[in-house]
């Protein structure tokens, strides 16, 4: 069964980022569906719809609209928490990783797990934790743009119209 992507999302990819040009740095989200045709090659189809166990590409084209760089440029990607990030699907592929959106760490995440015997051990968090993933682009040159992109997966709650949909974030330093 399928069902409609969020409002929100679709409202966000219906507004152009010159439209936004007002703002220092944009951000233009896309997002399709992965699938592969009769030959085995890889399709990327504009999502409408999507269901559990769909792939889907997040890609974010950040442009810098100012006549100077941008430096410090720190994109975020939310993950809604009915989509798991897909290891090793992130371009640039040096990307963090948060459970929280506030705590930023290299992927894969780890955590210290005590175990019944006391003792401690590092253990890797499970990507279907993973709420938000940070690049650290650094410097954005003037009239530059820069794309960003990831996986994920559907997992077993769909979206749906008052579920939320990610938004691409920019955090400029300066």
Known sequence: MKRMVAAALLFALAIPAAALAADPV?????VFRVTEDAQGKEVLTPVTEVAQGDIVEY??????HTEAAITQLSPLLPIPGELCFLPETALPVVVLASTDGAQF??????????????????RPIPV????MLK?????????SSIQVSARMQVGSELLSQNQTAPEAVAEPGK
């Open 26 to 30: 944009t951000a233009d989200l896309k």
């Open 59 to 64: 890609q974010v084209i950040y442009t810098n």
């Open 105 to 122: 760490a290299p992927v894969p995440l780890q955590e210290l797990v005590v175990l019944p015997d006391g003792t401690k051990q590092e």
């Open 128 to 131: 279907q934790r993973y709420r």
């Open 135 to 143: 690049w650290q682009i650094g410097t954005l040159d003037a009239g």
